[in-house]
C-alpha cells in the first residue's frame, strides 16, 4: 500500500485507507477460508467419551481429517453439565481451529433453565451446521420389572421407595424430558445428574439406578444384548434404529411430546463467516457419504448436515419451545 503515502492530503489518504481495508480483510477472509484447514484442529466435547455426543463427534473428525489431509483431534472437557467444555470454546481464538461439537445443554437449554453459566451461549458461540439429531430412550435396567412404559409409570405410583432416573447432567434436555414425564404422569421420579451419557449408562448397567433417559447411540448395543430394556424413545414417532420400541407420543395424555438429543457444531464468535461457511459445507459434505450415513442411523441418529443460516433458524424454534415448555411446567434448575 506505499502509493497511499503517495497521495497529498492526509485527510483523503485516510478515507482511502478506509476504503481499502475493508477489501483487505475480506480477500484474507476468503483466502483464510480457501486454505482451511491448513493444520491440526481441535474439536471439543463436553462430556466424557463413550456418549452418544462423543460417538457422532468421531465419526465426523474422522471423515473431516480423510476429506482435508490434516488431523482433527477429539477433546474431552467434561464437568459442568458441558460448561467446562464450551468456555473453553469460547475462550479460544476464533480462527477455525476450535470447534465445539455441543449438545442441547451447554448451547441453549442450560440457560433456559437458569443455570449460570460462565459465557452467553447467543453472545459467544458462532453456529456452524446441525450434524444430526437423535431420540433419547427411556431405558431400565432389566431387574426392573416393568415392561413397558405404562407399567413403569404405574410402578413409580405405587412403589413405597422412590424411584430414580440418570441423565447426562442438570439442564440437559434428557433433564427436560424427565421432568416433563413426571408433570404429565404425576408421578415424582427422582433426577439423579450425572457428568455425561457414558457414567450414567454405565450405573445403569451397574444397576445403581433403575432408570436412564439418555441419547439413544449409547443404548444400541446394550439393548440388542439385553443388558438395558428401552421402553420408550422420546421423539413424536418410532426410531428407524429401534422400530419395536414406541415413541412417547403415542401414550394416553402424551400426545405432542418430543424431545431430541441433537449435536450442533460451534465455533467462537468472531471467527471470520468465510471460514464458517467453509466448515460448514465440508461437515455437510461428509454427512452425506452413504457410508457415514448408515454408520450413524445404525446408531440411531439422524445425520442433518446444513448451512449457518439453517440452523440458526432451527435453534430459534427450539428455543421459543423450550422456553415455552419451562414456563408451562415449571422447570427451574438451581
Known amino acids: 500500500m506505499k502509493w497511499i503515502a503517495h497521495v497529498a492530503s492526509p485527510a483523503r489518504r485516510l478515507r482511502l485507507f478506509a476504503t481499502v481495508l475493508p477489501c483487505l480483510l475480506a480477500s484474507a477472509a476468503v483466502q483464510a477460508a480457501d486454505s482451511w484447514p491448513s493444520r491440526p484442529v481441535r474439536v471439543i466435547v463436553a462430556y466424557p467419551a463413550g456418549g452418544g455426543l462423543d460417538f457422532v463427534t468421531r465419526v465426523l473428525a474422522q471423515q473431516l481429517s480423510k476429506k482435508s489431509g490434516q488431523s482433527f483431534v477429539v477433546e474431552n472437557r467434561a464437568g459442568a453439565s458441558g460448561l467446562i467444555g464450551a468456555d473453553?470454546?469460547?475462550?479460544?481464538?476464533?480462527?477455525?481451529?476450535?470447534?465445539?461439537?455441543?449438545?442441547?445443554?451447554?448451547?441453549?437449554?442450560?440457560a433456559i433453565a437458569g443455570?449460570?453459566?460462565?459465557?452467553?451461549?447467543?453472545?459467544?458461540?458462532?453456529?456452524?451446521?446441525?450434524?444430526?439429531?437423535?431420540?433419547?430412550?427411556?431405558a431400565v435396567n432389566p431387574s426392573v420389572k416393568a415392561?413397558?412404559?405404562?407399567?413403569?409409570?404405574?410402578?413409580?405410583?405405587?412403589?413405597?421407595t422412590p424411584m430414580s432416573y440418570g441423565t447426562p447432567g442438570n439442564g440437559s434436555s434428557m433433564n427436560f424430558a424427565g421432568e416433563s414425564i413426571n408433570l404429565v404422569a404425576g408421578t415424582s421420579i427422582q433426577h439423579v445428574p450425572y457428568k455425561g451419557a457414558a457414567p450414567a449408562v454405565a450405573d445403569l448397567l451397574g444397576n445403581h439406578i433403575p432408570i436412564g433417559i439418555v441419547g439413544m447411540p449409547p443404548t444400541v448395543p446394550y439393548e440388542k444384548s439385553g443388558q438395558l430394556r428401552v421402553l420408550a424413545v422420546t421423539s413424536d414417532k418410532r426410531s428407524e434404529a429401534m422400530p419395536d420400541v414406541p415413541a412417547m407420543a403415542e401414550l394416553p395424555g402424551f400426545k405432542g411430546y418430543r424431545f431430541t438429543n441433537w449435536m450442533g457444531v460451534y465455533v467462537p464468535a468472531g471467527t471470520p463467516k468465510a471460514v464458517v461457511d467453509r466448515m460448514a459445507a465440508d461437515i455437510a459434505a461428509v454427512l452425506k457419504q452413504p457410508d457415514t450415513r448408515e454408520l450413524l442411523l445404525k446408531q440411531g441418529v439422524e445425520p442433518v448436515g446444513g448451512t449457518p443460516a439453517q440452523f440458526t433458524a432451527f435453534l430459534a424454534s427450539e428455543r421459543e419451545r423450550y422456553t415455552r415448555i419451562a414456563r408451562e411446567r415449571h422447570i427451574k434448575i438451581d
Open 147 to 160: 415392561k413397558t412404559m405404562q407399567e413403569l409409570l404405574a410402578q413409580a405410583k405405587s412403589s413405597g
Open 115 to 138: 443455570q449460570k453459566m460462565p459465557y452467553d451461549p447467543q453472545r459467544d458461540l458462532e453456529p456452524v451446521t446441525l450434524a444430526g439429531e437423535t431420540p433419547l430412550v427411556v
Open 88 to 110: 473453553a470454546v469460547v475462550k479460544s481464538a476464533p480462527d477455525g481451529y476450535t470447534m465445539l461439537v455441543a449438545s442441547p445443554a451447554e448451547v441453549l437449554v442450560g
